[in-house]
């Protein structure tokens, strides 16, 4: 079945510092694929999606491109801040309207 | 655009009573919304899928009678505990969508409701 497979963490940085976090994923066909961020004790909020292959998603600093030959969709940001501190969680949407997401990357950034 | 709101944020219930959270998406028609349960420091874990005047579809391993869903309008979904117990303690997450011209591409979610159970 589909899946998405995150790079573990806790990733932790220094202020400005260049940010990756890898995410690849297994589906059949070229489901969308999302960036979420959540904040401690909130809900998810959307931080970039892309919907077909070659794609670059982008928001506040933020950047991933849908990579189908590699099934890989890595979030990067070239200089961390503080309030970037959050977890991150990649996710496709399946063929039936589910969301299937991966594990979870914890971030945190030190000044 | 796009907002789901959740109520409660927080509640605290004693064990064998039963919790009813809402959510409602305020700016648009939300034809299926989706609960979602996290444990701390894990990924959310699909919980059902509700349509607006259909049963909720739930996913393997998930009780329907423990957890009732009802999508009785097209901007309000309830999830009821029936009979919590300490284990149902949890971060409940909804999130809706609507349809476009052929499948759903977003889902919006709400801000959480975290459940305590004595």
């Known amino acids: 079945g589909d899946s998405v497979t995150q790079m573990e963490g806790p990733v932790t940085l220094s202020e400005e510092a260049f940010l990756t976090i890898n995410c690849t994923y297994t589906?059949?066909?070229?489901?969308?694929l999302f960036w979420y961020v959540q904040y401690p004790g909130e809900g998810l909020q959307l931080l970039l999606k892309?919907?077909?292959?070659?794609d670059k998603g982008s928001n506040k600093g933020f950047e991933a491109t849908y990579r189908k030959e590699t099934t890989s969709f890595h979030l990067e940001k070239g200089s961390v801040q503080v309030s970037d501190s959050a977890v991150y969680f990649c996710?496709?949407?399946?063929?039936?309207?589910?969301?299937?997401f991966g594990q979870g990357t914890e971030l945190s950034v030190k000044p | 655009g796009a907002v789901v709101s959740q109520h409660p944020s927080w509640v605290i219930c004693k064990s064998g009573t039963s919790v009813k959270i809402e959510c409602r998406s305020l700016?648009?028609?939300?034809?299926?919304m989706f609960w979602y349960r996290q444990f701390p420091k894990q990924s959310l874990m699909l919980m059902a899928t509700s349509n607006e005047g259909s049963k909720a579809t739930y996913e393997q391993g998930v009780e329907k009678d423990k957890f009732l869903i009802n999508h009785a309008s097209l901007t309000l979904s309830t999830l009821t505990v029936t009979s919590a117990h300490p284990e149902d303690s949890s971060f409940y997450i909804c999130?809706?969508?609507?349809?476009?011209?052929?499948?759903?591409?977003?889902?919006?979610f709400g801000p959480g409701t975290r459940l305590t159970v004595l």
């Open positions: 996710a496709l949407l399946h063929r039936g309207g589910k969301l299937i």
């Open positions: 999130s809706a969508a609507y349809t476009g011209t052929s499948v759903y591409n977003e889902q919006f």
């Open positions: 700016d648009f028609q939300a034809t299926t």
């Open positions: 589906a059949t066909g070229y489901p969308s």
């Open positions: 892309a919907t077909k292959a070659d």
